[in-house]
Protein backbone atom coordinates (compact mmCIF):
# COMPACT_ATOMS: atom_id res chain seq x y z
CA UNK A 1 0.00 0.00 0.00
CA UNK A 2 0.84 3.77 -0.42
CA UNK A 3 2.15 5.69 2.34
CA UNK A 4 2.35 9.36 2.53
CA UNK A 5 4.83 10.96 4.71
CA UNK A 6 4.07 14.53 5.95
CA UNK A 7 7.40 14.75 7.83
CA UNK A 8 10.12 12.06 8.61
CA UNK A 9 12.29 10.76 11.37
CA UNK A 10 14.19 7.92 10.81
CA UNK A 11 16.34 5.08 12.95
CA UNK A 12 19.49 4.57 12.17
CA UNK A 13 21.03 1.08 13.62
CA UNK A 14 24.94 0.88 12.31
CA UNK A 15 26.30 -2.75 13.10
CA UNK A 16 29.43 -3.85 14.21
CA UNK A 17 29.99 -7.59 12.62
CA UNK A 18 33.34 -9.70 14.47
CA UNK A 19 34.41 -12.07 11.90
CA UNK A 20 37.52 -14.93 11.30
CA UNK A 21 40.22 -13.29 9.57
CA UNK A 22 44.10 -14.37 8.68
CA UNK A 23 45.57 -12.41 6.47
CA UNK A 24 46.18 -8.77 8.35
CA UNK A 25 49.02 -7.94 10.73
CA UNK A 26 48.45 -8.53 14.48
CA UNK A 27 48.84 -5.77 16.85
CA UNK A 28 52.26 -6.35 18.46
CA UNK A 29 50.53 -5.15 21.93
CA UNK A 30 48.49 -8.26 21.97
CA UNK A 31 50.70 -10.71 23.31
CA UNK A 32 50.80 -14.59 22.63
CA UNK A 33 48.57 -14.05 19.84
CA UNK A 34 48.61 -15.70 16.50
CA UNK A 35 46.72 -14.91 13.05
CA UNK A 36 44.77 -17.98 13.55
CA UNK A 37 43.15 -16.96 16.90
CA UNK A 38 41.77 -13.67 15.93
CA UNK A 39 39.15 -11.66 14.41
CA UNK A 40 38.29 -8.51 12.84
CA UNK A 41 35.79 -5.81 13.94
CA UNK A 42 34.31 -3.71 10.71
CA UNK A 43 32.97 -0.20 11.80
CA UNK A 44 30.78 0.82 8.28
CA UNK A 45 30.71 4.69 8.58
CA UNK A 46 29.10 5.66 5.01
CA UNK A 47 26.39 4.74 3.10
CA UNK A 48 24.62 5.70 -0.45
CA UNK A 49 19.96 5.78 -0.17
CA UNK A 50 18.08 7.17 -3.00
CA UNK A 51 21.25 9.16 -4.06
CA UNK A 52 21.97 10.46 -0.82
CA UNK A 53 25.32 10.12 0.90
CA UNK A 54 25.40 9.88 4.78
CA UNK A 55 28.24 9.29 6.83
CA UNK A 56 28.61 8.72 10.54
CA UNK A 57 31.60 12.14 11.35
CA UNK A 58 34.03 12.65 14.42
CA UNK A 59 34.15 9.33 15.42
CA UNK A 60 35.70 7.90 17.74
CA UNK A 61 35.51 4.82 19.40
CA UNK A 62 37.22 2.94 22.52
CA UNK A 63 37.23 -1.24 22.59
CA UNK A 64 38.12 -2.70 25.75
CA UNK A 65 38.68 -6.56 27.44
CA UNK A 66 40.81 -8.54 29.41
CA UNK A 67 42.99 -9.80 25.89
CA UNK A 68 43.83 -5.67 25.24
CA UNK A 69 46.88 -3.95 27.76
CA UNK A 70 44.88 -1.19 27.12
CA UNK A 71 41.85 0.56 25.65
CA UNK A 72 42.20 1.07 22.16
CA UNK A 73 41.00 4.41 20.45
CA UNK A 74 40.01 4.11 17.14
CA UNK A 75 39.23 7.05 15.21
CA UNK A 76 38.37 6.25 11.77
CA UNK A 77 38.28 8.64 9.08
CA UNK A 78 34.95 9.74 7.97
CA UNK A 79 34.88 8.89 4.54
CA UNK A 80 36.03 5.12 4.94
CA UNK A 81 33.29 2.62 4.12
CA UNK A 82 33.82 0.51 6.68
CA UNK A 83 37.05 0.40 9.11
CA UNK A 84 38.55 -2.88 10.07
CA UNK A 85 40.05 -4.04 13.53
CA UNK A 86 41.76 -7.07 14.23
CA UNK A 87 41.45 -8.59 17.96
CA UNK A 88 42.37 -11.69 19.56
CA UNK A 89 39.23 -13.99 20.26
CA UNK A 90 37.34 -12.66 23.23
CA UNK A 91 35.05 -10.45 24.73
CA UNK A 92 35.16 -7.23 24.50
CA UNK A 93 32.91 -3.80 24.92
CA UNK A 94 33.45 -0.79 22.56
CA UNK A 95 31.70 3.00 23.26
CA UNK A 96 31.49 5.40 21.24
CA UNK A 97 32.43 9.05 22.35
CA UNK A 98 30.53 11.75 23.01
CA UNK A 99 31.27 14.55 20.09
CA UNK A 100 30.27 12.53 16.78
CA UNK A 101 28.34 13.73 13.95
CA UNK A 102 25.27 12.30 11.34
CA UNK A 103 26.20 13.81 8.07
CA UNK A 104 24.33 13.82 4.97
CA UNK A 105 24.95 15.34 1.16
CA UNK A 106 22.12 15.34 -1.22
CA UNK A 107 22.97 14.52 -4.99
CA UNK A 108 23.04 18.33 -5.79
CA UNK A 109 25.38 18.95 -2.41
CA UNK A 110 28.78 19.28 -2.71
CA UNK A 111 29.54 19.24 0.71
CA UNK A 112 28.30 16.99 3.83
CA UNK A 113 25.71 18.75 6.33
CA UNK A 114 25.33 17.50 9.49
CA UNK A 115 21.71 16.91 10.79
CA UNK A 116 19.84 16.20 13.91
CA UNK A 117 19.99 12.63 15.51
CA UNK A 118 20.26 10.94 18.69
CA UNK A 119 21.97 7.61 20.13
CA UNK A 120 19.49 5.22 21.38
CA UNK A 121 21.04 2.25 21.68
CA UNK A 122 23.20 1.41 24.73
CA UNK A 123 26.77 3.01 25.42
CA UNK A 124 29.13 0.83 25.67
CA UNK A 125 27.96 -2.08 23.44
CA UNK A 126 29.54 -5.58 24.29
CA UNK A 127 30.67 -8.31 21.88
CA UNK A 128 32.44 -11.55 21.44
CA UNK A 129 35.39 -12.16 18.92
CA UNK A 130 35.15 -15.71 18.07
CA UNK A 131 37.00 -16.92 15.06
CA UNK A 132 34.69 -18.75 14.04
CA UNK A 133 30.94 -16.86 13.32
CA UNK A 134 30.41 -13.11 12.96
CA UNK A 135 28.96 -11.64 16.26
CA UNK A 136 26.36 -8.47 15.83
CA UNK A 137 25.68 -5.41 17.57
CA UNK A 138 24.21 -2.20 16.99
CA UNK A 139 24.50 1.48 17.52
CA UNK A 140 21.03 3.03 17.13
CA UNK A 141 20.32 6.49 16.11
CA UNK A 142 17.46 8.71 15.22
CA UNK A 143 17.33 10.77 13.12
CA UNK A 144 14.92 13.50 11.46
CA UNK A 145 16.62 13.38 8.34
CA UNK A 146 14.83 11.44 6.26
CA UNK A 147 13.89 8.12 4.39
CA UNK A 148 16.98 6.11 4.81
CA UNK A 149 17.97 2.05 4.75
CA UNK A 150 20.86 0.81 4.40
CA UNK A 151 23.16 -1.69 2.65
CA UNK A 152 26.25 -3.69 3.92
CA UNK A 153 29.88 -3.93 4.22
CA UNK A 154 32.55 -6.47 4.37
CA UNK A 155 30.92 -8.75 5.88
CA UNK A 156 26.70 -8.61 6.35
CA UNK A 157 27.17 -5.17 8.28
CA UNK A 158 23.53 -3.33 8.04
CA UNK A 159 22.64 0.04 9.23
CA UNK A 160 18.69 -0.22 9.25
CA UNK A 161 16.84 2.84 9.52
CA UNK A 162 12.96 3.81 10.01
CA UNK A 163 11.23 6.67 9.47
CA UNK A 164 7.79 8.49 10.30
CA UNK A 165 6.52 5.44 9.05
CA UNK A 166 7.14 3.52 11.52
CA UNK A 167 4.49 5.04 13.41
CA UNK A 168 1.53 4.73 10.82
CA UNK A 169 0.80 1.60 12.83
CA UNK A 170 -0.16 3.85 15.85
CA UNK A 171 -1.60 6.57 13.92
CA UNK A 172 -3.80 4.19 11.98
CA UNK A 173 -5.49 2.25 14.56
CA UNK A 174 -5.78 5.77 16.17
CA UNK A 175 -7.92 6.69 13.21
CA UNK A 176 -10.00 3.70 13.39
CA UNK A 177 -10.86 4.54 16.86
CA UNK A 178 -11.89 7.63 16.12
CA UNK A 179 -13.94 6.84 13.13
CA UNK A 180 -15.74 4.33 15.50
CA UNK A 181 -15.30 6.95 18.29
CA UNK A 182 -17.18 10.08 16.74
CA UNK A 183 -18.69 8.50 13.02
CA UNK A 184 -16.65 10.32 11.23
CA UNK A 185 -13.12 11.28 10.84
CA UNK A 186 -12.34 15.09 11.04
CA UNK A 187 -8.46 16.67 11.45
CA UNK A 188 -10.61 19.39 13.77
CA UNK A 189 -11.48 16.49 16.07
CA UNK A 190 -7.80 17.20 18.10
CA UNK A 191 -5.44 19.67 18.50
CA UNK A 192 -2.06 19.82 19.09
CA UNK A 193 -1.49 21.43 23.14
CA UNK A 194 1.60 23.80 23.34
CA UNK A 195 4.06 21.07 23.72
CA UNK A 196 3.36 19.21 20.94
CA UNK A 197 1.09 16.73 21.81
CA UNK A 198 -1.70 15.51 19.63
CA UNK A 199 -4.90 15.67 22.51
CA UNK A 200 -8.59 15.43 21.47
CA UNK A 201 -11.01 18.47 21.29
CA UNK A 202 -13.79 16.00 22.53
CA UNK A 203 -14.41 14.35 26.36
CA UNK A 204 -16.32 11.62 25.08
CA UNK A 205 -17.22 9.11 22.41
CA UNK A 206 -21.60 9.34 21.14
CA UNK A 207 -21.42 6.85 18.73
CA UNK A 208 -19.31 3.59 21.00
CA UNK A 209 -18.22 5.07 24.87
CA UNK A 210 -15.97 2.17 25.41
CA UNK A 211 -13.54 3.81 21.92
CA UNK A 212 -12.74 6.81 24.53
CA UNK A 213 -9.93 4.71 27.32
CA UNK A 214 -8.12 3.43 24.20
CA UNK A 215 -7.68 6.44 22.12
CA UNK A 216 -5.77 8.03 25.27
CA UNK A 217 -3.90 5.22 26.04
CA UNK A 218 -2.73 5.30 22.44
CA UNK A 219 -1.85 8.99 22.55
CA UNK A 220 -0.32 8.72 26.46
CA UNK A 221 2.93 6.62 23.58
CA UNK A 222 3.80 10.83 23.11
CA UNK A 223 4.71 10.83 26.54
CA UNK A 224 7.64 8.03 25.94
CA UNK A 225 9.82 10.20 24.28
CA UNK A 226 12.85 8.12 25.88
CA UNK A 227 11.74 4.75 24.08
CA UNK A 228 9.92 6.77 21.11
CA UNK A 229 12.38 9.22 19.95
CA UNK A 230 10.75 12.04 18.25
CA UNK A 231 7.05 10.80 19.08
CA UNK A 232 5.53 14.17 19.15
CA UNK A 233 6.95 15.01 15.50
CA UNK A 234 5.81 11.81 14.24
CA UNK A 235 2.51 11.90 15.47
CA UNK A 236 1.46 15.56 16.51
CA UNK A 237 3.77 16.97 14.08
CA UNK A 238 2.40 15.19 11.01
CA UNK A 239 -0.79 15.56 12.28
CA UNK A 240 -0.48 19.23 12.64
CA UNK A 241 0.75 19.62 9.24
CA UNK A 242 -2.22 17.65 7.44
CA UNK A 243 -4.36 20.10 9.63
CA UNK A 244 -2.95 22.94 7.79
CA UNK A 245 -3.54 21.69 4.29
CA UNK A 246 -6.85 20.11 5.02
CA UNK A 247 -7.67 24.33 6.01
CA UNK A 248 -7.40 25.16 2.42
CA UNK A 249 -8.52 22.12 1.24
CA UNK A 250 -12.01 23.49 0.53
CA UNK A 251 -13.60 20.72 2.59
CA UNK A 252 -16.33 22.16 5.17
CA UNK A 253 -18.24 19.07 6.15
CA UNK A 254 -16.07 15.14 7.08
CA UNK A 255 -18.57 12.53 5.78
CA UNK A 256 -19.98 10.18 8.76
CA UNK A 257 -18.76 6.79 8.37
CA UNK A 258 -20.96 3.94 9.58
CA UNK A 259 -22.11 0.35 8.86
CA UNK A 260 -18.23 -1.18 9.72
CA UNK A 261 -17.36 -4.89 8.02
CA UNK A 262 -14.75 -6.49 9.46
CA UNK A 263 -13.61 -8.17 6.34
CA UNK A 264 -10.48 -10.67 7.75
CA UNK A 265 -11.17 -10.58 11.53
CA UNK A 266 -8.27 -12.56 13.17
CA UNK A 267 -9.08 -16.02 14.56
CA UNK A 268 -7.29 -19.01 15.14
CA UNK A 269 -7.23 -20.27 11.43
CA UNK A 270 -5.49 -16.77 10.48
CA UNK A 271 -2.61 -17.40 13.02
CA UNK A 272 -2.51 -21.07 11.90
CA UNK A 273 -1.61 -19.11 8.48
CA UNK A 274 0.67 -17.05 10.05
CA UNK A 275 2.34 -19.56 11.52
CA UNK A 276 2.55 -21.44 8.60
CA UNK A 277 3.65 -19.07 6.51
CA UNK A 278 7.35 -18.51 7.82
CA UNK A 279 7.05 -17.25 11.48
CA UNK A 280 11.05 -17.40 12.46
CA UNK A 281 12.05 -19.95 15.31
CA UNK A 282 13.18 -17.35 17.71
CA UNK A 283 16.05 -16.46 19.16
CA UNK A 284 17.29 -15.46 15.80
CA UNK A 285 19.56 -13.60 13.57
CA UNK A 286 17.96 -10.78 11.78
CA UNK A 287 18.48 -11.45 7.49
CA UNK A 288 17.43 -7.70 6.22
CA UNK A 289 14.45 -9.73 4.58
CA UNK A 290 10.86 -8.67 5.00
CA UNK A 291 8.44 -11.14 6.97
CA UNK A 292 5.64 -12.78 5.48
CA UNK A 293 3.61 -13.20 8.35
CA UNK A 294 2.97 -9.77 8.50
CA UNK A 295 0.94 -9.55 5.84
CA UNK A 296 -2.13 -11.86 7.31
CA UNK A 297 -1.71 -9.89 10.67
CA UNK A 298 -3.34 -6.63 9.06
CA UNK A 299 -7.54 -6.65 9.94
CA UNK A 300 -9.30 -5.22 7.39
CA UNK A 301 -12.25 -3.03 8.04
CA UNK A 302 -14.67 -1.32 5.80
CA UNK A 303 -16.77 1.34 6.40
CA UNK A 304 -19.64 3.13 4.22
CA UNK A 305 -19.06 6.77 4.01
CA UNK A 306 -22.04 9.39 3.27
CA UNK A 307 -21.47 13.12 2.62
CA UNK A 308 -24.36 15.15 4.55
CA UNK A 309 -23.55 18.42 2.50
CA UNK A 310 -23.47 20.00 -0.95
CA UNK A 311 -21.02 19.32 -3.62
CA UNK A 312 -17.46 20.19 -2.06
CA UNK A 313 -13.84 20.24 -3.31
CA UNK A 314 -13.59 16.65 -3.35
CA UNK A 315 -15.34 14.38 -6.40
CA UNK A 316 -16.47 11.66 -4.14
CA UNK A 317 -17.54 10.91 -0.51
CA UNK A 318 -14.89 8.20 -0.18
CA UNK A 319 -12.45 10.88 -1.76
CA UNK A 320 -13.69 13.44 0.67
CA UNK A 321 -13.08 10.78 3.57
CA UNK A 322 -10.07 9.98 2.93
CA UNK A 323 -8.68 13.68 2.70
CA UNK A 324 -10.37 14.60 6.44
CA UNK A 325 -8.23 11.17 7.46
CA UNK A 326 -5.21 12.40 6.00
CA UNK A 327 -4.23 13.64 9.10
CA UNK A 328 -3.83 9.70 10.58
CA UNK A 329 -1.27 8.42 8.25
CA UNK A 330 -1.64 4.85 7.26
CA UNK A 331 -4.86 4.82 8.05
CA UNK A 332 -7.07 4.36 4.95
CA UNK A 333 -6.07 1.45 2.38
CA UNK A 334 -8.68 2.49 -0.17
CA UNK A 335 -11.31 5.01 -0.93
CA UNK A 336 -13.62 4.67 -3.57
CA UNK A 337 -17.28 5.71 -4.25
CA UNK A 338 -18.90 5.46 -0.72
CA UNK A 339 -16.81 3.10 0.95
CA UNK A 340 -13.40 3.43 2.81
CA UNK A 341 -11.14 0.17 3.91
CA UNK A 342 -8.66 0.37 6.83
CA UNK A 343 -6.06 -2.12 8.11
CA UNK A 344 -5.11 -1.91 12.02
CA UNK A 345 -2.13 -4.28 12.79
CA UNK A 346 -2.73 -7.25 15.33
CA UNK A 347 -0.58 -5.88 18.41
CA UNK A 348 -2.78 -2.31 17.96
CA UNK A 349 -6.22 -3.76 18.33
CA UNK A 350 -7.63 -3.69 22.07
CA UNK A 351 -9.95 -6.53 21.44
CA UNK A 352 -10.76 -8.43 24.86
CA UNK A 353 -11.24 -12.08 24.99
CA UNK A 354 -13.78 -13.69 27.75
CA UNK A 355 -10.92 -16.84 28.13
CA UNK A 356 -7.49 -17.98 27.57
CA UNK A 357 -8.86 -20.68 24.53
CA UNK A 358 -10.67 -17.93 23.11
CA UNK A 359 -7.19 -15.69 22.40
CA UNK A 360 -6.38 -16.42 18.92
CA UNK A 361 -2.91 -14.87 20.13
CA UNK A 362 -2.58 -17.40 22.89
CA UNK A 363 -1.29 -19.92 20.51
CA UNK A 364 2.14 -22.42 21.76
CA UNK A 365 4.14 -21.18 18.88
CA UNK A 366 3.11 -17.99 17.89
CA UNK A 367 4.33 -14.23 18.72
CA UNK A 368 3.28 -10.99 17.29
CA UNK A 369 6.08 -10.59 15.61
CA UNK A 370 6.40 -7.10 16.23
CA UNK A 371 10.40 -6.62 16.06
CA UNK A 372 10.26 -7.92 12.26
CA UNK A 373 7.32 -4.62 11.48
CA UNK A 374 9.34 -2.20 9.66
CA UNK A 375 12.72 -3.15 9.99
CA UNK A 376 15.02 -3.61 12.94
CA UNK A 377 14.09 -3.13 15.64
CA UNK A 378 10.66 -3.12 14.97
CA UNK A 379 8.08 -1.62 17.26
CA UNK A 380 7.61 -1.66 20.52
CA UNK A 381 4.48 -0.82 21.58
CA UNK A 382 0.78 -2.38 21.64
CA UNK A 383 -2.84 -1.82 22.92
CA UNK A 384 -2.75 -2.55 26.42
CA UNK A 385 -5.40 -5.27 26.18
CA UNK A 386 -2.62 -7.42 24.47
CA UNK A 387 -0.74 -7.57 28.13
CA UNK A 388 -4.06 -8.24 29.83
CA UNK A 389 -6.05 -10.39 26.85
CA UNK A 390 -9.01 -11.06 28.91
CA UNK A 391 -9.48 -8.21 30.61
CA UNK A 392 -8.62 -6.91 34.31
CA UNK A 393 -8.67 -9.96 36.56
CA UNK A 394 -10.36 -8.42 39.24
CA UNK A 395 -13.12 -7.05 37.46
CA UNK A 396 -13.77 -10.40 35.32
CA UNK A 397 -12.76 -12.62 37.50
CA UNK A 398 -10.83 -14.57 34.77
CA UNK A 399 -6.18 -14.35 34.34
CA UNK A 400 -5.06 -14.98 31.57
CA UNK A 401 -1.45 -15.24 30.55
CA UNK A 402 -0.15 -11.59 28.09
CA UNK A 403 0.57 -12.70 24.68
CA UNK A 404 4.06 -13.23 23.61
CA UNK A 405 6.18 -10.76 21.14
CA UNK A 406 9.47 -10.45 19.62
CA UNK A 407 11.99 -7.78 20.18
CA UNK A 408 14.84 -6.88 19.32
CA UNK A 409 18.23 -6.64 21.20
CA UNK A 410 21.55 -7.65 18.54
CA UNK A 411 19.10 -10.73 17.88
CA UNK A 412 14.86 -11.63 17.77
CA UNK A 413 14.05 -12.72 20.91
CA UNK A 414 10.35 -13.48 22.32
CA UNK A 415 9.21 -12.30 25.52
CA UNK A 416 5.64 -12.03 26.91
CA UNK A 417 3.86 -8.24 26.48
CA UNK A 418 4.42 -6.39 29.85
CA UNK A 419 1.98 -4.22 31.43
CA UNK A 420 3.29 -0.12 30.86
CA UNK A 421 1.83 2.67 32.74
CA UNK A 422 2.94 6.35 33.21
CA UNK A 423 0.79 6.06 36.06
CA UNK A 424 -0.11 3.38 37.37
CA UNK A 425 -3.42 4.58 38.97
CA UNK A 426 -4.47 5.68 36.10
CA UNK A 427 -5.42 3.22 33.50
CA UNK A 428 -5.62 5.56 30.74
CA UNK A 429 -2.00 6.17 30.68
CA UNK A 430 -1.19 2.37 30.11
CA UNK A 431 0.02 0.44 27.45
CA UNK A 432 1.45 -2.71 26.31
CA UNK A 433 5.20 -2.91 25.53
CA UNK A 434 7.21 -5.61 24.12
CA UNK A 435 10.88 -5.53 25.79
CA UNK A 436 13.87 -6.36 28.45
CA UNK A 437 11.57 -6.93 31.44
CA UNK A 438 10.97 -3.12 32.72
CA UNK A 439 11.83 -2.54 36.35
Not at 279 to 284: E, I, Q, R, V, Y
Request: charged share 15%; with cysteine.
Amino acid sequence: MVRHLLGVAGVAFFSLMVGACSSTPIDSSEQGSTESDVGSVNLPLTTSVNQIDYRLNKATFTISGPTLAKPRVVVPPADEAVHTEILPIGSYSIQLSNGWSLEKRGPAEKAFSPIAAQLVTPNPLSFEVTGKTPADAFFGFVTTSGDVSLGSGSVNIRIGVQNCSAYNDITAALGELTADCLGTVDPRAYKVSRDGVLTPAFDRCPVDESRMLPILQLLSLQQRVARLPFVKQCVAGRFEVAQQKFASSGIDVCPRWSDKQVINPITTRTIDTVIKSGLPDLPAADDGQPLRALEFLKQFSQYNVKLDAAPQACKTPADCAAQCAAAFPGFVVNAADDTVLVDPVAWLLDTVYPASTSDPYLRATYYHPMSYSGGVPGVTFGAFARAQPCGDPNATGVDCAPEVCSYYAGTHLKTPLQKDCLNNADISSCVSYCGPKLP
